[in-house]
């Protein structure tokens, strides 16, 4: 390497090109903020202490640079590289003047250290000149280093200037900058630190590689001190101060790679962190696992029945897509989260990649979970996740725009972007381009049938980046028509589950039966009996595992609770229906009658919720007060006190649901690490949203009940009761209910046409009783939640709720609290653009960092606003592209969710609104480009009515502008 090569003793883990000696002295820079950042000065002071020493030996011809065998072809290469590192560094210089222009804000220190880099620069041009020269006439040709051919083409008199400025520099590093740099050693680290402590949901490869990088750091500081017992005017020998100093200034040079790296490395976390999600891995973790000696098939070209398998040979051998099928229940997600976890399976994938490495990545669709959980968005984001963790040197090229935003120490601004679906989707092909035979990728995907969209489209969506022999995907569904006819035809290339379990449902049940002490003891004495009673329950499962599962918790629980004889369990299994959907049923009306009331108001709920709700939501609606939320206290529940409530939750929907509802928890979601309760199974779900399901639930149901009410009670029970920690996890978990809460009630007003307002209002007052936080301690989320507290007054509560969708609310509040034309214009450009609720005059998106439950683009809304007087022109503040700034990013962001078609449709409706209501965009480009998403016949209405207004507007405008308003 150049750096290498031009050093006496190169600084360690340089490795950042050529060009980082000169280039990285105006790389570093600083923010709007005039005083300079520790991290920035000690880069900086590392940067200087490099070029100096490199310029030094160049201009003195001490040190041959980068001679190779080959001789001048490369000496010719490196003046090239040099002269372009000196020109990039002059381009960069304008930038870091006007920055910190303010020079009388700076520290003594800093303005040293900017004296210092200007001094650089002079020589850098000095050099530059020189270098040019040399390229025009060919002469470092004739010498055996650049250095040399410089003593030729300069002046001993110029040399002689050169090395006393050089020297002067280098006395002012050892006499001042040095002992400056160490007393920012403290700031320096803390600030490392707090980058590697931003959160993620699951554990980065990146985390690791950052603390041993600030480890690295800190030990280097340590070599900068002065020896034990010296000071600046000690009288230690001339010799031994030479050796500090040199010693020092390796430390710095290396401190300058070291901080490079790390701001590397934290930068590529900030951009995954802003790419993760909550509950991302929740539904691979929630899967249970294989039950111990099952499954060992998939890893033999054959099974203990002598039935082939293919998938280990197509592993090892060939790319494309394998296709794992099977009916509902059989266990297919636990075959893949065996498959994805086994070591052989690993080794497997290393076979393929024939020496190169291979990345594999992993995603688990869940019809039952969050929208983020069945959504392609929620695929794509996890699988770059974890491609990119593995490859962070793919992130530049992936995110080439956003990387190219995040070159600073500043970038930690970046929270909760919006990702969308066409800027994902264009980042896996990226990462696909990248495959070769050195660097391979392998995709598990469990659930196709689980995804939101239809199958033909996730078919093609895996038929678009299975394109190369270096990609390979292993897919798991139902067999469903789309699948079977994209991935059915080739047997090497699939395998049925249901056709392959048998051994294993066998030991399965065995194991588990055999594990019970009472059915030991039948054993002993009906050995005969209870092996006929196993074998027929493998005859009866037909391959699906769930209805073992169910069949042998029944047995179980009739011998430790009803302390049942072996004639009962023949006769129990006897009359045990043998299809999933029958036995659903028959489990559901084993319950006891008195049981039948709670047990519909749980199921109608764990189906209606978009997520698995908390259980302390449970305990609310279970109470015998239906408005039993209204009358609580804003107090929070003792954490004892919650547990044991908890405690008897679980126990009551275990009792009451059988085991088709259970409880789990997710220690790395953010919001979701309480217990929750969720359906047992996709199947189980289909089968109480069948219509005849419904109906039987309902006529279960008290007369008065309302899942999506009770579900919204149950929000507002948690919001008074949740222990408000201030701290960024937990400090805005009040505002997410709150969200959550108007997510629900926009749900009843699309498809019940009614209005929860006591509870939306009850919420309101909520709010007003919850403790301030230091200001210290405001998380982006919590600071929005606080604008609403604060405003209220201003109709903040009305804003969120326009925001939310919420049109029938919205209006009411608006009687109750009627608003200023100004602020009914603030809200309207808060809601068409779903800017920041705590910025509606500034330009910023909504980083409300909720995924499930961003704003809400209602049509209902935006005509509600404009009726209540809001100006449809004031939207149009945000529209403009300009030569200087390029589209403004409130367009941007709007352009980027446009490109998905429910959005785009969203959008036609709305402008239409706001055309219909007399607006006229001023801009006719940006208008283009707004609408630029929407279907052709869309836009075409949308262009005739803009040309429509704006023919109005010339008939009328000579009258005055009041007259204007009421004409159009």
Not at 742 to 765: C, F, P, R, W
Not at 851 to 871: C, I, W, Y
Not at 928 to 952: M, P, Q
Request: hydrophobic share 40%; charged share 25%.
């Amino acid at each position: 390497m150049w750096l290498n090569a031009t050093l006496a003793e190169p600084p360690e883990a340089s490795g950042y090109g050529p060009q980082l000696m000169l280039a990285a002295l105006s790389y570093h820079q600083p923010s709007s903020d005039p005083i300079m950042d520790p991290i920035t000065a000690v880069s900086l002071a590392g940067n200087i202490v490099q070029f100096i020493d490199f310029a030094y030996k160049l201009i003195t011809g001490a040190k041959n640079i980068a001679q190779s065998a080959a001789g001048r072809s490369t000496e010719h290469e490196e003046v090239d590289i040099i002269a372009e590192s000196v020109l990039e560094l002059n381009q960069n210089m304008a930038c870091l003047s006007s920055a910190y222009r303010n020079v009388k804000s700076l520290s003594g220190r800093e303005k040293t250290l900017l004296d210092l880099r200007q001094g650089c620069v002079k020589i850098g041009n000095e050099l530059k000149k020189n270098l040019d020269d040399l390229q025009v006439s060919g002469s470092h040709k004739r010498w055996k280093s650049v250095g040399a051919a410089l003593l030729w083409i300069m002046k001993d008199s110029k040399i002689k200037d050169l090395e006393k400025r050089l020297l002067g520099l280098q006395r002012q590093i050892d006499s001042h900058l040095i002992a400056g740099i160490q007393k920012q050693q403290t700031e320096v680290l803390s600030l490392l630190k707090k980058q590697a402590a931003l959160s993620a949901r699951t554990q980065l490869q990146s985390t690791q590689e950052l603390n041993l990088v600030i480890e690295s750091i800190s030990k280097t500081f340590y070599q900068l001190r002065p020896p034990p017992g010296s000071t600046a005017a000690s009288s230690v020998p001339r010799r031994m101060d030479r050796e500090g100093i040199d010693r020092s200034r390796r430390a710095l040079s290396k401190l300058a790679n070291s901080i490079e790296r790390a701001r590397v490395i934290s930068a590529q976390r900030a951009l995954l962190i802003s790419l993760d999600y909550d509950v991302r891995a929740a539904r691979q973790d929630s899967v249970k696992p294989a039950h111990a000696n099952t499954f060992k098939w998939i890893l033999q070209d054959k099974t203990s029945d002598g039935i082939p398998v293919s998938f280990m040979k197509w592993l090892r051998e060939d790319s494309g897509v394998y296709w794992i099928s099977g009916k509902p229940g059989c266990g297919k997600s636990t075959l893949m989260k065996y498959i994805s976890n086994h070591p052989n399976i690993q080794d497997a994938i290393k076979t393929w990649g024939n020496g190169g490495v291979v990345t594999p990545a992993s995603y688990f669709f869940w019809n039952s979970g969050t929208p983020m959980q069945r959504s392609l968005g929620g695929l794509l984001r996890s699988v770059l996740i974890q491609v990119l963790d593995k490859c962070p040197e793919l992130i530049s090229k992936v995110f080439e725009s956003r990387w190219s935003n995040m070159q600073s120490w500043h970038f930690t601004a970046l929270q909760s972007p919006y990702w969308g679906i066409p800027e994902l989707m264009e980042a896996l092909r990226k990462v696909a381009d990248e495959a070769s035979l050195s660097s391979k990728f392998c995709f598990f995907i469990d659930g196709l049938d689980e995804y939101e969209g239809s199958d033909l489209e996730m078919v093609q969506i895996i038929n678009d980046f299975n394109t190369s022999s270096y990609l390979k995907f292993c897919v798991s569904s139902r067999p469903h028509v789309a699948f079977q006819k994209a991935y059915g035809h080739d047997n090497t290339r699939m395998l049925d589950v249901a056709a392959l379990t048998r051994p294993d449902i066998k030991l399965y049940v065995g194991d588990r039966l055999e594990k019970n002490s009472k059915f030991q003891e039948f054993q002993k004495k009906y050995y005969d009996r209870c092996q006929r009673l196993v074998n027929q329950i493998v005859q009866d499962a037909n391959g699906v595992f769930l209805w073992v599962f169910l069949v042998t918790s029944r047995l179980l629980e009739g011998i430790e609770t009803n302390d049942d004889r072996m004639s009962d369990l023949e006769g129990k299994l006897k009359i045990t229906p043998k299809e999933l959907n029958d036995l659903f049923r028959h489990i559901l009306d084993s319950v006891k009658e008195d049981y039948h009331e709670p047990q519909a108001h749980m199921c109608r709920v764990a189906s209606q919720a978009d997520e698995a709700l908390d259980l302390m939501m449970y305990h609310h609606m279970d109470m015998e007060d239906p408005d039993f939320a209204f009358h609580m206290t804003t107090k929070p529940v003792d954490i004892s006190e919650q547990k044991e409530i908890r405690k008897v939750m679980q126990t009551r929907v275990a009792v009451r649901c059988k085991g088709l509802l259970e409880v789990v928890e997710d220690d790395a979601s953010l919001r979701f690490r309480v217990p929750r309760v969720q359906l047992l199974h996709r199947t189980f779900r289909d089968f109480i949203l069948d219509k005849d399901m419904q109906r039987l639930l309902k006529a279960r149901s008290a007369t008065k009940f309302d899942p999506l009410r009770a579900i919204c009670l149950g929000h507002l029970a948690g919001m008074k009761a949740v222990r408000v920690e201030f701290d960024p996890k937990t400090g805005y978990y009040p505002f997410l209910l709150l969200l959550s809460l108007m997510h629900y009630a926009m749900e009843a007003e699309l498809t019940q046409d009614v209005s929860y307002g006591d509870i939306l209002n009850e919420a309101k007052n909520v709010l007003l009783q919850l403790p301030r936080p230091q200001k210290s301690l405001l998380h982006p989320i919590r600071a929005r939640m606080q604008y609403v507290i604060d405003n209220l007054d201003d109709g903040s509560f009305t804003e969120l709720a326009a925001k939310s969708g919420l049109a029938l609310y919205t209006a009411a509040c608006l009687v109750d609290q009627p608003l200023s034309r100004v602020r009914m214009n603030a809200i309207l450009r808060s809601v068409f653009w779903g800017l920041r609720i705590s910025d509606i005059d500034g330009d910023a998106p909504e980083p409300l960092g909720v995924e499930s439950f961003g704003a809400v683009l209602n049509p209902a809304v935006v005509e509600l606003l404009l009726k209540h007087g809001a100006d449809p022109n004031s939207c149009w503040s945000n529209l403009r592209i300009t030569s200087s700034r390029g589209v403004s990013p409130a367009l941007k962001g709007f352009l980027t969710r446009a490109e998905e078609s429910d959005f785009a449709k969203a959008v036609f409706f709305n402008v239409r609104t706001l055309l219909q209501h007399g607006a006229e965009p001023p801009n006719e480009e940006a208008f283009t480009h707004l609408i630029s998403k929407c279907d052709a016949s869309d836009i075409h209405e949308l262009e005739r009515l803009w040309h429509s207004n704006r023919r109005t507007k010339r008939k009328i405008g000579w009258l005055p502008s009041v007259f204007q308003g009421m004409l159009s």
